[in-house]
C-alpha cells in the first residue's frame, strides 16, 4: 500500500512536470515560431519589391480601370504567383501575395489594391490601414514594417515599399500567411518537443520509481510486521539484510516480537489456569447446589429437566440429552439445544420421541451397553473399527451440526444402568478428548445417577399403588396413568408459564400434581369387577355405582395434612366435574360418607357438580387430560379417534365440560401432547 502511494505520487508529479514543461514550451515554440515567420515574411516582401518591375507597376496604375487581361496586369500577377511557388520556405503557409498603389483618390487614406496573387484581392479594393498599426508617409520616406490579422484569415502579415529610381514610394509589396497552417506549424512543434519531454519524465520517472521500491522495500516489510504484531500476530519475524539501519532495526523488533510472545503465553496460561481454577469451583458449587436440590425432588420429570440444564450450565455446551432405560431399550425423555432454542416459537417445545436398542449399533446404545464414557472429537469422522456409527437425521431436520460429543452412562449404587447423558458441542473446545471437562462430566453423571435412582424408587413406589387399580381395571393401566399425568403437568407447565408463575412455584406444584394424576382414578379398587370389567356400555344404576369411585379415591387421602395427598385427594374426587356444573360428584362430606361401595351405594347420588372454577385447576387438568388419553385409546366398544376427530370433540365442549383457557393451550400445542401421549405405549412400562 505504502509503494503503491509513492509510484501515485511520482507518475502524479512527472504528469504535472511534463503538463507545466509543456505550456512553458508551447509558448516559447509559438513565440520563436511567429518572430521566425515574422522575419522570414519580411525579408521575403523586401525581396520581392526589389525585384519588381517599377516600370509596369507606375503604367498599370495610372489605368483607371486595368484589365485583367492587360499585359502588365498579367504579367505582374505572374510574378506573385511564381514567387509563391518557388518560395519552398514558404510553400505551406503562404496565402498570397499583392501590390497596393496609393490611392488615386486620396492617397493619405491608404491603398487600392492593384494586383493579387488570388482572387480573393480584387484590383482597386480600398485598403485602409489603422491608425495604430502602421504609418505611411507619402512624400518619399519608406514605411514601416507592419504585422495585421486581417478578416479574411491571414495572421501574420508584411509589407515593403516600392520606390522609383528617384526614391518616391510608388506602392508596397504585402505577403500574408495562412493562420492555420502557422498554428499547425506551431503544434507540431510543440506536440515533437511534448512528446520527447514526456519520454524522458517517464525513463526518468521509472528509474525514480524502482529506486524508490528498493529504498522502500524494508520500510514495507517493517510496516507489514508492525501492523501484524498489532492484531496479535505474535510469530512475525522480520528478515531484512540491508542496508545496516534496517538490519539492527530488524533485530530490534524480532526481540521485541520474542519478549511479547512469552508475555503472550505465559498471560494465556495464567488465563487457562484462572479458568480451569474458575471451572471447578463453578463445578462444584453447582454440583454441591445439585446435590440439595435434588435431594428434594420426587418427581423424576423435573428431575431430568435440572441434571440435563445444569449439566449444559456447567460445561457450556450448545446441546445435550438425557436417554432413560425402559425396558431394553433407550427412550429419549428429555433434551436440549440452545441453539435452535431461539428459533422455536413459543407454542412449540420441540419435544420428539426417539427410541434406540441398547446395542453397540448406535454411540448412546453402545454407551448403555458396555456402561463406559464414549468420548468423540468428530462424529462424522468416527475412529477407524468403531463397532457403533452416528445417525445424522436429526442434525438434517434441524439444521444443527453436531461436532465433539461426550456420552456418559448414568448407573445406579449398584451399577445397575439407569440411562444415558449426551453433551454436545462444547463452547471453545475443537477437541474433547483428555479434556478436564470430561472428568468434571463424568463426575456430575454419577450424582446424577445415584439421585436418579432414589427418585426411581419413589415412583416405583407409587406405580405399586397404581397397579392395584390396574389388577382391577383393564382400562386403568399403569400406562394410562402415565400418559394422563403426563399431559396434565405438561398443560400446567404451559398455562403457569402464560400466567407468570414463578419457576419454583411451578415445578413444585408440576411435582404434586403428577402424583396426584398417577392417582386419579385409585377409588376404582372399591367398584366390583362386574363394573369394572363390563365390555359394553354401563347402564344408569352401574354408572351411577362408577361414579363413587370418585369419593372411595378421595376418602383414602382426606384425613392427612400432607399438600401431595391432599392434591390427590381433590383430583381423585373432582377430575370428573364440568365446567357447566353437569358433572359429579360436586360439593360432598368425605368426612360424613363411608370408605366402600357398600357404604356408599344406598345414598342418592348428587346431581348437581361443580362448576366453572369451584372446581380446582388440577382436577380440571387431569378430567381434560383423562378424557384425552380416552379418546385416542381403543376399547372393547371404540376404535381410537384421530387427530381431528379429539381436537373437533375437545374444542366442541370448550366451555361445557372443559374450561375454555385450558382448551385453548391443549389445541395450540396438540403436537407436543400427542408426542408425550405416545411415550407410553407400551404395557408395563415403566416410565
Given at each position: ?90 510553400t505551406n503557409a503562404i496565402a498570397g501575395a499583392s501590390i497596393l498603389v496609393p490611392t488615386r483618390n486620396n492617397a493619405t ?323 474433547v478428548t483428555d479434556t478436564s471437562l470430561v472428568h468434571r462430566a463424568e463426575a456430575f453423571a454419577i450424582l446424577s445417577g445415584?439421585?436418579?435412582?432414589r427418585a426411581n424408587n419413589a415412583r416405583d413406589l407409587l406405580m405399586r399403588l397404581v397397579r392395584t387399580a390396574e389388577v ?216
Open positions: 500500500m505504502f509503494r503503491t502511494r509513492i509510484r501515485i505520487l511520482i507518475v502524479a508529479t512527472a504528469l504535472a512536470t511534463a503538463t507545466v514543461v509543456a505550456l512553458v514550451l508551447y509558448v516559447s515554440v509559438r513565440t520563436i515560431v511567429i518572430r521566425e515567420m515574422q522575419e522570414r515574411v519580411m525579408t521575403l516582401a523586401s525581396v520581392l519589391s526589389a525585384g519588381m518591375d517599377k516600370n509596369r507597376i507606375i503604367q498599370l496604375s495610372e489605368i483607371q480601370k486595368p484589365n485583367r487581361e492587360n499585359a502588365d496586369f498579367i504579367y505582374l500577377n505572374h510574378v506573385l504567383v511564381e514567387m509563391i511557388r518557388d518560395t519552398t520556405a514558404f487614406s491608404g491603398f487600392d489594391v492593384l494586383v493579387a496573387s488570388d482572387e480573393s484581392s480584387q484590383p482597386y479594393r480600398p485598403f485602409n490601414p489603422k491608425e495604430d498599426q502602421f504609418r505611411f508617409d507619402l512624400d518619399g520616406q519608406p514605411c514601416a514594417w507592419a504585422f495585421l490579422s486581417d478578416d479574411s484569415g491571414s495572421w501574420i502579415t508584411g509589407y515593403s515599399d516600392i520606390s522609383d529610381a528617384n526614391g518616391k514610394l510608388i506602392g508596397m509589396v504585402e505577403i500574408h500567411l495562412d493562420s492555420g497552417v502557422v498554428q499547425g506549424i506551431i503544434l507540431q512543434s510543440f506536440l515533437i518537443v511534448f512528446v520527447f519531454g514526456f519520454g524522458v519524465l517517464s525513463v526518468a520517472s521509472f528509474l525514480s520509481d524502482q529506486i524508490v521500491v528498493r529504498l522502500l522495500k524494508p520500510l514495507e516489510l517493517i510496516n507489514n510486521a508492525i501492523q501484524k504484531i498489532a492484531q496479535g500476530n505474535f510469530d512475525t519475524r522480520l528478515e531484512i539484510n540491508s542496508p545496516k539501519d534496517f538490519l539492527i532495526l530488524s533485530k530490534n523488533i524480532n526481540q521485541m516480537v520474542g519478549v511479547l510472545k512469552m508475555e503472550e503465553n505465559l498471560r494465556k496460561e495464567a488465563n487457562l489456569m484462572q479458568l480451569q481454577a474458575e471451572q471447578r469451583e463453578e463445578h462444584d458449587f453447582l454440583i454441591k447446589t445439585l446435590e440439595e436440590k435434588l435431594s428434594k425432588v420426587t418427581d423424576v420429570e423435573l428431575l431430568l429437566q435440572d441434571i440435563l440444564d445444569s449439566a449444559l450450565k456447567f460445561s457450556r455446551c450448545e446441546a445435550g440429552s438425557i436417554w432413560i432405560k425402559d425396558q431394553g431399550d433407550l427412550v429419549l425423555w428429555y433434551a436440549r439445544n440452545l441453539v435452535l432454542d431461539k428459533n422455536i416459537s413459543a407454542t412449540q417445545t420441540g419435544i420428539i420421541n426417539a427410541r434406540i436398542s441398547i446395542t453397540s449399533k448406535s454411540i448412546v446404545g453402545h454407551c448403555a451397553h458396555t456402561k463406559k464414557q464414549i468420548v468423540i472429537d468428530d462424529v462424522y469422522h468416527l475412529p477407524s473399527g468403531s463397532l457403533f456409527q452416528f445417525d445424522p437425521s436429526l442434525d438434517i431436520k434441524s439444521g444443527f451440526k453436531t461436532r465433539c460429543m461426550i456420552s456418559i452412562p448414568l448407573l445406579g449404587m449398584q451399577g445397575t444402568v439407569l440411562g444415558v447423558m449426551q453433551l454436545i458441542n462444547p463452547e471453545n473446545h475443537e477437541t445415584q439421585v436418579l435412582e382391577r381395571d383393564p382400562y386403568e393401566t399403569g400406562v394410562h396413568v402415565q400418559r394422563v399425568s403426563g399431559v396434565a403437568c405438561h398443560l400446567y407447565k404451559l398455562l403457569a408459564d402464560k400466567r407468570q408463575v414463578p419457576p419454583h412455584v411451578r415445578d413444585q406444584n408440576i411435582s404434586v400434581l403428577r402424583v396426584a394424576a398417577c392417582l386419579h382414578d385409585i377409588g376404582k379398587v372399591g367398584i366390583p369387577d362386574a363394573i369394572l370389567k363390563k365390555p359394553g356400555k354401563l347402564d344408569e344404576h352401574e354408572y351411577n355405582l362408577m361414579k363413587w369411585h370418585t369419593v372411595i379415591g378421595a376418602k383414602l387421602f382426606d384425613d392427612s395434612e400432607n399438600a401431595l395427598e391432599k392434591a390427590a385427594s381433590d383430583v381423585a374426587l373432582h377430575h370428573q366435574e364440568r365446567w357447566d356444573g353437569t358433572g359429579y360428584p360436586g360439593a360432598v362430606d368425605l368426612s360424613a360418607l363411608g370408605t366402600t361401595l357398600d357404604e356408599l351405594k344406598d345414598i342418592k347420588h348428587l346431581t348437581v357438580g361443580l362448576k366453572g372454577e369451584n372446581t380446582s385447576l388440577f382436577a380440571r387438568l387431569v378430567g381434560i387430560a383423562d378424557v384425552f388419553d380416552a379418546l385416542a385409546s381403543s376399547r372393547a366398544y371404540k376404535k381410537p379417534w384421530n387427530d381431528e376427530q379429539i381436537k373437533s370433540e375437545i374444542s366442541k365442549n370448550s366451555g361445557s365440560q372443559f374450561d375454555p383457557e385450558i382448551v385453548e393451550i391443549f389445541l395450540k400445542n396438540y403436537n407436543d401432547l400427542k408426542t408425550i401421549r405416545e411415550r407410553f405405549q407400551i404395557q408395563g412400562s415403566t416410565r
